[in-house]
């Protein structure tokens, strides 16, 4: 079982940056792929970012398209932390972002919310143009 715990959502102008962070209790976090989604009033859940451990021990992130270049996910199993940096917001970036944890996920199946078995409560992101 693991708890997530969202933080570091708000309201700023578009161009500016936020950086949201995930708290995860449970003792093997490190296993975990992690992932970050959004999701607005009148869309499904959008996958952004996630960050996987391969077979060889190194870290994997994946973005979405809509994302790439302007945010970074990072994780620091130390501190079983979670994070996402997010640069040039845009108004279209306006959704509650979403931790989630996935116990066994490849790469291909990281950018579908059900591969996901924990999530957070979410924390709102407001951009304004």
């Known amino acids: 079982q693991v708890q997530l715990v969202e933080s570091g959502g708000g309201l700023v102008q578009a161009g500016g940056s936020l950086r949201l962070s995930c708290a995860a209790a449970?003792?093997?976090?490190?296993?975990?792929?992690m992932g970050w989604f959004r999701q607005t009033p009148d869309k499904e859940r959008e996958f952004v970012a996630a960050?996987?451990?391969?077979?060889?021990?190194?870290?994997?992130?994946y973005y979405a398209d809509s994302v790439k270049g302007r945010f970074t996910i990072s994780r620091d199993n130390a501190k079983n932390t979670v994070d996402l940096q997010m640069n040039g917001l845009k108004p279209e970036d306006t959704a509650v972002y979403y931790c989630?944890?996935?116990?066994?996920?490849?790469?291909?199946?990281?950018?579908?919310?059900?591969?996901?078995?924990?999530w957070g409560q979410g924390t709102q992101v407001t951009v304004s143009s």
């Open positions: 989630a944890a996935a116990e066994a996920a490849s790469g291909s199946s990281l950018y579908r919310a059900r591969e996901y078995d924990y």
């Open positions: 449970g003792r093997t976090f490190r296993s975990y792929a």
């Open positions: 960050i996987r451990r391969s077979g060889g021990g190194t870290y994997w992130a």
